[in-house]
Structure formats: structure tokens, C-alpha cells
């Protein structure tokens, strides 16, 4: 049993390799729902391997054993393997649970202090221009979400290359990125390896607004100089930016404008990438997750005296 629910925990590992594979030569907008797709399983699967390495370790204790009407000695793994494991499994579940809830709160101050901002300031449709000399634009969700710009920003960029800017942000606010962008950074928190799925997926969200900008405007090249004229004047500066906000400056933007000079990718070229990151890791981590919770439930009802086992 305590080998199956290993599985879950090692198999993240692998991800990375993947992920940048899939972003670089993949059509974005699938390569941003099969990473994140990925991300969240792998993270629930490690969870799930943890609460019940933790749970198996739990009731070999005799005050829990009684609890959980156990007449006969749970065995799932040896005790020198199951103790040490379920200790470690309680202190990684402790600190998920400490770092998601601290992060969640955080973010969500952010997102409030975005939002009253944007809210004081004149509004032009699904614009908000706000007077600041430090240049950024970025996509703020919301109900209505609303494209927040500054007057920096502005001055640093030609009319058309502002257009291009503008179909980007707003080929985030109708991509829901927000949402992807949140699912990586707590699924990030949940097994360390995720944290290198966090700018993989990032990436795929502005590749995806970037092509969706190039096509708004019929030239790939004026995208490609919108987007590489605004990281500049930006400098990578985002204050007052939410975390979960996508925005244009974002990213390896060098990688972005090289994708935008070359051919656009094929819609047909998924499939192969798309079935190994989903299959191997993420039906890997279920099965072994699932595999490792029956075996657990097979060892109770044999303890518990209701298996012919017992």
C-alpha cells in the first residue's frame, strides 16, 4: 500500500520536462489547459497520498485504533516505514494547509486593493486609465472585469500598438486566465515540484492572449513590437498588481516576441503532448492514488474484524 501512495508524490517530479516542451512547441491556449489540468491532479493526487499515509500512521496508534473500532493491528507497511512516513506526510499537510490559507488571503487583499483603485478612477468602457509616470497594464478580473492601464503606459506606446495591447488584456479577461493563473500558484503549494508548473503556465497565458492579440490585428510583427516596446518601458515593474492579474509586461517576453515571429502554431500538433502529460502524469498519480486509499480500506475492514481476512 505504502508504495502505491509513493506514486502521487514522485511522479510531479517528472512535470517540468514536459511542461516547457509543451508551452514551446504546442498551440497555447491547449498547452494552458493541459498544464493547469495537470497541475490541479497532480496536487490533489499528492494530497490524497498524504491524508492517507497520515491516516494508516494514525491508527496504529492504540487510542485511535479503539476509535476506529479496530479489533485486530492495522497492517498496511511495515512500522519503520509507516511511522516515519505518516509523521512527515502530518508536518507536509500542516505546512499546505498553513501556506494555502496565508497565500489565499493574501491574494485576495491584493485583488481588493486593485479593484478599489481602479474603481477610483474615470472609466472609458472596459478601460481604467490610472495616472502614474511607472508604466504597466494588466487585466484585472472582476464583475465587470476591467482593463487597468497607465498613463505611462500610454505615452510609451504608438495608437496602433496601444490597440494590440488592449486585445491582449482583453484576450485575458475573455480567456478567464485568472483562473488558471490561480490554480497554478496553489496548486504550487501543494508538492514543490508544481512550483515549475507555475511560470510554465503563466507563459502559456500569455502566449495565448499574444495570439489572440495577433490575429485581432491582422500583423503578427506590430504584436510582436507592441508587446516588446511595453516590457521595456515597464522594466518588469508591476506595483499595485495583483498576483492572479495577467498582463502584457509578463513573462519571458524575448521567448514571447521570437513565437510571434515565426509561423502560428497548428491546432493539429496537440494531441501527442497533450496525451503524455495528461496520461502519464496525471493517470499515473490517480491510479496510484486510488490504488493506495483501497488497499488502506482493505487493511480497516480486515482490523475492524468485517474482511474474511481477519
Known sequence: MITMLLVPLLVPFAVPLLAHRTVERRNPVVALWALTA??????????????????????????????????????????????????????????????????????????????????????????????????????????????????????????????????????????????????????????????????????????????????ASGDRRLTALAIGRAALASQDTAAGRPFFAPGATTGPVPRRVAALLRTPPSRHRVAPAVAVLLLLCTTTSALGAMTGAVDLHRGVEIAQGESAGG
Do not use: N
Open 38 to 215: 495537470a497541475a490541479v491532479a497532480l496536487a490533489l493526487g499528492s494530497l490524497a497520498s498524504l491524508s492517507a499515509l497520515l491516516l494508516a500512521g494514525a491508527l496504529r496508534l492504540p487510542v485511535l485504533a479503539r476509535l476506529g473500532e479496530l479489533i485486530h493491528p492495522l497492517h498496511v507497511a511495515p512500522g519503520a516505514l509507516l511511522y516515519p512516513a505518516a509523521a512527515l506526510s502530518a508536518v507536509a499537510l500542516t505546512v499546505c494547509a498553513w501556506t494555502l490559507s496565508r497565500t489565499g488571503l493574501r491574494r485576495l487583499r491584493q485583488l481588493r486593493s486593485a479593484r478599489l483603485r481602479a474603481d477610483a478612477r474615470p472609466v472609458a468602457g472596459d478601460l481604467s486609465v490610472i495616472d502614474d509616470l511607472q508604466a504597466d497594464a494588466y487585466a484585472l478580473p472582476g464583475k465587470p472585469g476591467r482593463i487597468v492601464v497607465t498613463t505611462g503606459m500610454l505615452r510609451a506606446l504608438a495608437p496602433a500598438e496601444r490597440e494590440v495591447l488592449f486585445a491582449h488584456e482583453r484576450a485575458h479577461l475573455a480567456g478567464r486566465h485568472h483562473y488558471f493563473l490561480a490554480a497554478a500558484d496553489l496548486a504550487a503549494h501543494c508538492h514543490p515540484a508544481l512550483r515549475q508548473l507555475r511560470p510554465a503556465i503563466q507563459l502559456a497565458a500569455e502566449r495565448a492572449a499574444d495570439e489572440a492579440a495577433a490575429a
